[in-house]
């Protein structure tokens, strides 16, 4: 045990030092101008506003710009504040009216009209048009593009048939009957419409500009957006710099002058520079959140989403159900969050997260109850019956990937150690670079791989619609003719207390063929310095820095 606890001790060390070698200037404020502020000498020197610079870490590189391609959590934080939907996220959780000052819908709920603000302009001072959105909206649902979030613009009319290749574009109910006029035609009325066009998959692309240069969102230099930011410099895989978009039709209320972001993809190493004033912001370490649970510069705010691991339903063993369910009820939820993450999450028993109220106001989490619990007899006895029924003497190798992050890895190992003790199975681990991971993963390479999910939209459908048939967010080959039927009816289901039972049920039978096990729910736990204020950080949405203030 002393050797042990020695190494560890020993490693930590090496970590710091390594980090403070590698961020020694990063996110520094450049020194001061001696003469910045003086007049000729003899008169009085007029006193010169600081800049009101505020130091972000992103973790890593944005996935991608491209706002059709850019579906996760490294590129929405960046895009949701350097473009613009047509509707944004208030400082209440509601979605209003953003680059559309006019929102008009037809006594069926169907069709949708759209009036683009005079005043809106791209941070290259073009007017922003309806034509940027059929254009941005088409992109997206492009089958070249292979946008992973293309299925969430399945309730516009003909959307569905052109990304799958059965369509045309023209088919594709989004028009533009002049400049200011944005119109489109739904399938079937919805009520989270003006909610899911918040997700940045929905902003605007400068038309003129990306068909200029098809590589538009790749530098700093050819970027355009239309957001309260806009892109200065991109140093890949090491910092952003954001400065005050003065082109943007609601500039007067953004006090910012400028938004630096790191890229550093260790909590120890990002919490180091947040203590030395190099960061304005900081996850908590986990082997710091008792020493920090009661600082007065920590906030915690709700989140929808979970951290979960995907098996892959084609790649033995997990083709077999029960040993796929072995291996959910060998995890022991409670201990992860309580002993590993240790920042207050909840621990995960199903796959749709807290938040949600039903028509009977209650939860839905707490009114489908537990789906999957530590249960390490019924875990040994159903890998035992699997392994009978596919003839296994021995259980085929088994592998747990996930990418480069001491969190992941330190979950990882924790399963590791869970199946070996619950199973008696040796898991091996296999840490992949994140850029590397993502596409992979997709490519359904791996046998047993870490996830996530964050909400879309406020609606349980939006976390259970990512394992119907041959969904891009998938990523397992899973496919349940029933579980697809179930999350049909649900988008059709009119009437709120049916629909409610029908996504219980699919919330239910996605657990019971478990071809994902959940781990916990996420929070947003954040160390914020004194003097910043208007940080928005919504339970399902994107961080907004369009209100935020640094005193």
């Not at 976390?463 to 967010?473: C, G, K, N, Y």
């Not at 697809?484 to 049916?498: A, F, G, P, Q, V």
């Amino acid at each position: 045990m002393k050797k042990w606890l020695t190494f560890i001790i020993v490693a930590m060390l090496a970590i710091v030092l390594a980090a403070c070698t590698a961020t020694k200037d990063a996110g520094k404020e450049p020194e001061k101008d001696k003469d910045a502020g003086k007049k000729e000498e003899g008169t009085k020197a007029e006193p010169v506003e600081a800049e009101k610079i505020l130091y972000l870490n992103n973790g890593e590189e944005p996935t991608s710009f491209d706002p059709s391609v850019g579906f996760n959590a490294v590129s929405w934080s960046a895009l949701n504040n350097l473009m613009e939907g047509l509707t944004r996220l208030s400082e209440d959780h509601l979605a209003v009216e953003a680059t559309a000052e006019k929102i008009d819908v037809s006594e069926d709920g169907l069709t949708y009209t759209f009036t683009i603000r005079e005043n809106a302009k791209w941070s290259n001072g073009d007017s922003v048009v309806a034509g940027d959105f059929v254009y941005a909206w088409r992109h997206m649902l492009d089958p070249e593009t292979a946008s992973p979030a293309s299925f969430l613009a399945y309730f516009i009319e003909g959307a569905e048939a052109y990304n799958n290749g059965e369509g045309t574009v023209e088919d594709v109910a989004v028009e533009a009957p002049d400049d200011k006029t944005f119109v489109v035609k739904l399938t079937s009325p919805n009520e989270a419409f003006l909610n899911v066009i918040t997700n940045p998959s929905f902003f605007p692309i400068n038309e003129k500009v990306a068909t200029a240069d098809p590589k538009w969102f790749t530098e700093a230099s050819s970027f355009v957006g239309n957001g309260p930011f806009k892109l200065t410099s991109w140093d890949h895989d090491v910092s952003l710099l954001f400065e005050k978009n003065e082109n943007y039709w609601d500039a007067d209320v953004v006090k910012l002058d400028k938004v630096e972001w790191a890229m550093v993809n260790d909590p120890t190493t990002e919490y180091q520079m947040y203590q030395s004033n190099e960061l304005d912001q900081s996850g908590v370490p986990p082997e710091l959140a008792e020493q920090l649970k009661d600082s007065d510069e920590l906030r915690i705010d709700d989140q929808a989403g979970l951290y979960f691991y995907r098996f892959n339903t084609s790649m033995e063993p997990f083709t077999n159900t029960k040993i796929r369910r072995a291996f959910g009820l060998a995890v022991n939820q409670e201990e992860i969050v309580d002993y590993v993450t240790k920042n207050g999450e909840k621990p995960a028993h199903g796959f749709v997260t807290y938040g949600f109220i039903g028509p009977d106001g209650k939860e839905f989490r707490d009114s489908v109850g537990k789906l999957v619990e530590f249960n390490p007899a019924e875990a040994k006895k159903l890998l035992e019956e699997g392994m009978k029924e596919e003839g296994y003497t021995e259980l085929p190798k088994v592998e747990l990937t996930y990418s480069t992050s001491p969190s992941h890895q330190n979950i990882a190992v924790a399963l590791q150690a869970k199946f070996k003790e619950v199973l008696g199975v040796d898991v091996v681990l296999q840490n992949v670079e994140s850029g590397v991971f993502a596409s992979e993963q997709k490519e359904f390479k791996y046998q047993m791989s870490r996830s996530s999910f964050l909400h879309d939209y406020a609606d349980p459908v939006n976390a259970l619609e990512s394992f119907i048939t041959d969904s891009s967010m998938n990523r397992t080959t899973w496919s349940n003719a029933e579980y697809d039927k179930l999350i049909t009816d649900i988008k059709n289901e009119t009437d709120e207390n049916k629909r409610w039972e029908l996504l219980k049920q699919a919330d239910q039978l996605l657990m019971e063929e478990m071809p994902v096990f959940p781990i916990y729910y996420y929070n947003q736990s954040t160390l914020e310095k004194p003097g910043i204020t208007g940080i928005l950080r919504h339970p399902v949405g994107y961080l907004d820095l369009k209100y935020t203030d640094k005193n």
